[in-house]
């Protein structure tokens, strides 16, 4: 029940914890386009091409990019273009290896999204000539609600799958050590439990030896053995002897049903009272009313 009840707790917790990550490493990337998107003028970059590179509008706009690039950790950021018939390109890209005006850039359902007009992050990681990344995409709206371009953002997704797997053997850890401390107090539980048992069992076995060897001597009173020893069948006959055996058995016996009532009375694995007790106590209350 330990080990199930644990691996249950490990399995969910292990599943919120990476969505939660997730879901904030994903915000954050967001966060980053969506603000750069804010600052870019939507106006001044509709419609640029690889012939503007040299237009205020285009160095403004490279000027904002390359201020977060140099700023903040993440792997690329710059503008994409909608050509028209599915075609999205590279636009202003300040990184120390950026991608060619006009060059195509990988599609993804999120990118098209944010020429919508919704902004999103890729929910499943991508492959172009710079390696395997994330993205988040934020449009650029022009004055009259257009999408002007789209800022992409993108982390790498080895670093992003690195997050999500040092989370998870966090979790996995904290797992394993509260299974092995629920083992634990189980064996310990159950070994007080066992040498309990034993004990009732030893007593049992004295207690039969007594009334065997009880048995034994009254047999002899009864019968008169005549093989045996003049001395031992005087004691074995003398009554004041044999009186004494039976009181050290009854008083043997008590005792034991005393011990035995008090174990079932007693929740061993709490040590609060049992069914039992609790019954026994009712019955009495209502014996007292009636």
Request: hydrophobic share 40%; with cysteine.
């Amino acid at each position: 029940v330990v080990v199930l009840i644990t691996g249950l707790i490990g399995f969910v917790l292990s599943s919120q914890s990476s969505d939660a990550l997730r879901t904030l490493i994903n915000q954050r990337m967001l966060d980053i386009s969506n603000t750069a998107a804010d600052m870019l003028d939507g106006d001044a970059l509709a419609g640029l091409t690889a012939k503007d590179v040299d237009t205020p509008a285009y160095k403004e706009g490279m000027r904002i990019l390359r201020t977060f690039y140099d700023n903040i950790e993440l792997e690329f950021i710059y503008c994409i273009y909608d050509r028209g018939n599915g075609l999205y390109v590279f636009g202003i890209d300040p990184s120390d290896d950026p991608g060619t005006f006009e060059d195509p850039v990988i599609t993804t359902p999120a990118l098209v999204a944010a020429f919508d007009g919704i902004g999103g992050v890729d929910r499943e990681a991508y492959e172009d000539a710079w390696g395997v990344f994330y993205s988040s995409y934020s449009p650029v709206f022009t004055s009259d609600g257009k999408v002007a371009c789209v800022v992409a953002v993108d982390f790498d997704a080895n670093w992003y799958n690195d997050r999500l797997t040092k989370q998870l053997w966090i979790v996995l850890t904290a797992v394993f050590l509260t299974l092995a401390a629920g083992i634990g107090m189980t064996l310990m539980i159950s070994g007080r439990l066992r040498a309990r048992l034993r004990r009732v069992s030893q007593e049992a076995v004295e207690l039969g030896n007594d009334v065997e060897q009880l048995a034994r001597a009254i047999r002899l009173e009864a019968d008169g053995d005549p093989g045996t020893d003049l001395e031992s069948a005087a004691q074995d006959r003398d009554i004041e002897a044999i009186r004494e055996r039976l009181q050290k058995t009854q008083s043997r016996l008590k005792e034991y049903i005393l011990y035995t009532n008090a174990q079932a009375k007693l929740d061993l694995m709490t040590g609060a009272g049992s069914r039992n007790a609790y019954l026994e106590k009712v019955d009495h209350l209502n014996r007292q009313i009636t």
